[in-house]
C-alpha cells in the first residue's frame, strides 16, 4: 500500500496498486469500497485484530471464540465488540446515486496517540496504524469483497461485450 499526501492537504490517500481503498484525515483512518455493511464490519473486525496483535502480541480472540461483535444499524452506525466497545464506525454509500457497494468504515487514532507528541510523530503513528490494518485487512481475503478489487466473471464480461 502507498500513503500519499493530497496537495496543499494534510489529508492522504491510501493506495493499493492503481486503486484508490481509503484516506487518512487527521487520526481518523478510513477504508472504503465494501459491498455491504456486513463486508465493512468484518473489515472493521480484522484491522482491529490486526492492530491488536501488533500491540499486545496476541490476538484478541482467535476463530470460533465467542467474540459478542454486533452491528448496530441506525441513524449512526457501528461495529463493536463486547467488552471492549465500539471499534468502528460505518460509513453507508455517500448519496442514493451512489453504489450501493460503497459501504467503508473508519477508525479513530486518536485516542491510542499519546498527548504532547509532535504532529510530525502523530502522522507517522497513523501512516503506520494504517498499514498494519491494511495488512489485516488484506490478510483476511475481505478485500476481495471491496468494489476495487472486485473482478467481473466471464460471463458478465460477454454479456458486456453483447450489449
Known amino acids: 500500500m502507498v500513503i500519499q499526501r493530497e496537495h496543499g492537504s494534510a489529508r492522504y490517500q ?11 484525515d487527521g487520526t481518523v483512518i478510513v477504508f472504503h469500497g465494501f459491498t455491504s455493511p ?7 473486525w480484522e484491522a482491529y485484530r490486526a492492530l491488536e496483535l ?10 470460533g471464540q ?4 454486533s452491528l448496530e444499524l441506525g441513524k449512526e452506525q457501528y461495529v463493536t465488540l463486547a467488552g471492549t466497545g465500539m471499534i468502528a464506525r460505518l460509513l453507508p454509500p455517500p448519496d442514493p446515486v451512489t453504489p450501493f457497494d460503497e459501504w467503508g468504515f473508519e477508525m479513530d487514532m486518536a485516542v491510542n496517540a499519546e498527548a504532547g507528541k509532535s504532529s510530525a510523530l502523530n502522522e507517522i503513528f497513523v501512516t503506520a496504524t494504517a498499514r498494519v490494518m491494511w495488512r489485516g485487512i488484506r490478510g483476511s ?5 471491496m468494489r476495487q478489487f472486485d473482478v467481473p466473471s466471464a460471463g458478465s464480461v460477454l454479456l458486456r461485450a453483447g450489449q
Open 66 to 69: 465467542e467474540i459478542g461483535l
Open 38 to 44: 456486513s463486508d465493512a464490519s468484518r473489515a472493521a
Open 14 to 24: 491510501l493506495i493499493e496498486g492503481d486503486r484508490n481503498i481509503g484516506f487518512i
Open 141 to 145: 481475503g475481505i478485500y476481495r469483497r
Open 54 to 63: 501488533k500491540r499486545t502480541g496476541r490476538k484478541p480472540f482467535s476463530y
